[in-house]
């Protein structure tokens, strides 16, 4: 017989804990919110009251609904006033000493039948479950900040809880709005655990002076559609927390990609804790406002932008996706594009793809139909690579081949002008390698657009060793002009976005390959907990599991990091010819 959950107790009315009593209270049920002195009690009553005046604001509750609500809510600073509920969920600090002692407590109090939950993001569950007389009725319920809005709820299952318990926690969530997710007890659970191994892998990056802050987290939002840039969200969630959390990730793992950044550290030393203290990585308005302020890190502009090279005519190389949308781009810009191609009936397949692509736009309202013909007319089919002779910027959009590239680059180096800025469009391959095989190396540099160019806004502009400060200085400008958001970064494997993003892949392919999740509950909880546009799984059907397996092992092969190495899962999925969307199988089978 299911049991019944009619009184649910709530230790620890800070952020989190308050929004818990909120959800609980909004669905009806009692609750009685325990804080350590009448003080925090005040603060916790004062949270819950804040957040529901803006949800009467914001018209989810009505007036009647939120007075209703506040009265199911019993505030005490005495853990005996738990003894009638049938559920209690800890919510303190994260720190395992503390939960022990709470647990302890509500053991010797409350009945032997009822539920003990707690909160913890990432510490162990059956260690805070082995300080009571009933381990098999302790689980995990980890609520995601705010607890009112965020759907999941990951339900944590130690080795000993019992199955009905788990149901009878599963069923109750769902009967309060949430979406439970059941996983087994390992440290970082799995949100977490995929989440701040990118975020610690943002700080590391930041650390090596490898991209700015602006950039690092521009590159995010706008190369992969999320939310906030990873260095932005450690801000709100605060540092000391990520530490703690990424330190017992570590601990239980042992991987160094887990070990918190020194620079956090040092941060959370110095009091730059993040948004509640006004500083972290960026600096705020005050302590707990989201308003970011300038300081001496914030960019003063480009002094250099004045010594930029001219650019009126623009060369594309390539009949790709990737070279129409770019072509389309600066076409519609009102530059002059030559389009070069392997044989004139390419040349006007590809010229054919832009015009589809101008002809959907303005179907949709998006393009006045003389605005297309205006573009198209600037736009001139080549065939051979003296035709790029007097261009002012040749873009390279070719295979992802390095040598065709190095061929393409050795062509342009005899045919075009000095001064020609000579860029190429890869995502992986090292930038100077092309550079290498032409006379002007200064004059090259990676300008990483993303697909479909013309709605993607992020250009990733990638300098070696050897590009002159002037042609960085064009490749900005020239991002700027068509309407992009450039972001800088040097001749790395995976430049910003896929060093981020691939080894986020590979760890979520890695927990399904250890039958921890499946791709299913994988995808659900970074898109439900985290907002992320797209679940990992999702992603890498439609990148394609051969190009996303060609990313990780470039990315292996140049830091040689063992957390980076691809999962054979990921290797027996290509062989078997799974690639994803473009095969109709990949993680999922697509019809």
Not at 386 to 409: M, P, Q, Y
Not at 428 to 444: K, N, Q
Not at 537 to 546: K, Q, R, S
Request: glycine fraction near 8%; proline fraction near 5%.
């Amino acid at each position: 017989m299911a049991r019944e959950f009619s009184t649910v107790g709530v230790v620890g009315l800070g952020i989190q804990g308050a929004g818990v009593a909120e959800v609980f209270a909004r669905a009806g049920v009692a609750v009685v919110g325990v804080e350590v002195d009448l003080d925090a009690l005040e603060r916790g009553r004062a949270l819950v009251e804040h957040s529901t005046e803006r949800a009467v604001a914001g018209g989810k509750l009505t007036e009647v609904e939120r007075d209703q609500l506040l009265g199911r809510i019993t505030y005490t600073a005495r853990l005996a006033d738990l003894a009638d509920c049938d559920l209690v969920v800890e919510a303190v600090t994260e720190n395992l000493e503390l939960k022990a002692g709470v647990f302890a407590e509500v053991d010797r109090i409350t009945p032997p039948d009822t539920v003990l939950a707690t909160n913890t993001s990432s510490l162990s569950v059956t260690e805070i479950g082995v300080h009571t007389g009933r381990p098999e009725r302790v689980i995990g319920m980890h609520f995601f900040n705010p607890a009112p809005v965020l759907k999941l709820v990951e339900v944590v299952r130690t080795v000993v809880t019992e199955p009905d318990v788990i149901t009878d926690v599963e069923n109750l969530l769902r009967r309060i709005g949430k979406t439970p997710l059941v996983i087994g007890d390992r440290a970082g659970f799995l949100a977490n655990s995929l989440l701040f191994s990118y975020l610690n892998h943002a700080v590391l990056m930041y650390e090596q002076r490898y991209a700015t802050r602006e950039d690092l987290d521009a590159a995010m939002k706008y190369g992969c559609g999320y939310p906030m840039g990873p260095l932005a969200l450690l801000d709100l969630i605060g540092l000391d927390i990520a530490s703690e959390i990424l330190d017992t990730m570590y601990k239980q793992s042992r991987d160094r990609l887990h070990a918190p950044a020194p620079l956090l550290k040092q941060m959370i030393t110095a009091g730059m804790l993040g948004r509640k203290t006004g500083r972290g990585f960026y600096t705020y308005q005050e302590p707990g406002s989201p308003v970011v302020v300038p300081d001496v890190l914030t960019p003063q502009g480009k002094a250099e932008e004045a010594l930029t090279r001219e650019v009126q005519r623009v060369g594309v190389i390539g009949t790709g996706t990737m070279a129409t949308g770019i072509v389309e781009v600066f076409a519609k810009k009102g530059f002059d594009v030559v389009l070069r191609a392997r044989s004139t009936d390419k040349a006007s397949a590809a010229v054919g793809k832009v015009r589809k692509s101008l002809d959907r736009a303005v179907a949709k309202g998006r393009l006045t139909e003389a605005a297309r013909d205006e573009t198209l007319g600037r736009i001139t089919p080549a065939v051979e690579f003296e035709e790029l002779a007097d261009c002012d910027l040749v873009i390279e959009a070719v295979a992802e081949d390095l040598a065709v590239k190095r061929a393409v680059f050795g062509a342009l180096d005899e045919v075009c002008k000095p001064g020609t800025v000579l860029a190429t469009t890869t995502s992986s391959l090292p930038v100077i390698e092309c550079a290498a095989a032409t006379s002007r190396p200064g004059d090259v540099i990676g300008l990483h657009f993303f697909n479909p160019a013309p709605v993607m806004k992020l250009v990733e502009v990638v300098n070696t060793i050897a590009t002159d400060a002037d042609v960085v200085a064009t490749a900005h400008a020239i991002c700027a002009k068509v309407g992009k958001h450039p972001v800088h970064c040097s001749d790395r494997a995976g430049f910003i976005v896929n060093a981020l993003l691939f080894p986020y892949l590979n760890d979520a392919v890695k927990m399904v390959a250890g039958h921890y999740a499946t791709g299913d509950d994988i995808d659900t909880a970074m898109k439900a907990a985290c907002g992320l546009p797209m679940g990992p799984f999702e992603l890498l059907d439609v990148v394609g599991l051969d190009v996303s397996l060609a990313i990780e092992r470039t990315l292996y092969n140049e830091f040689r990091e063992p957390g980076f190495a691809p999962s054979p899962l990921m290797e027996h999925l290509v062989t078997a010819g799974r690639l994803g969307r473009k095969t109709g199988k990949g993680f999922r089978d697509y019809t």
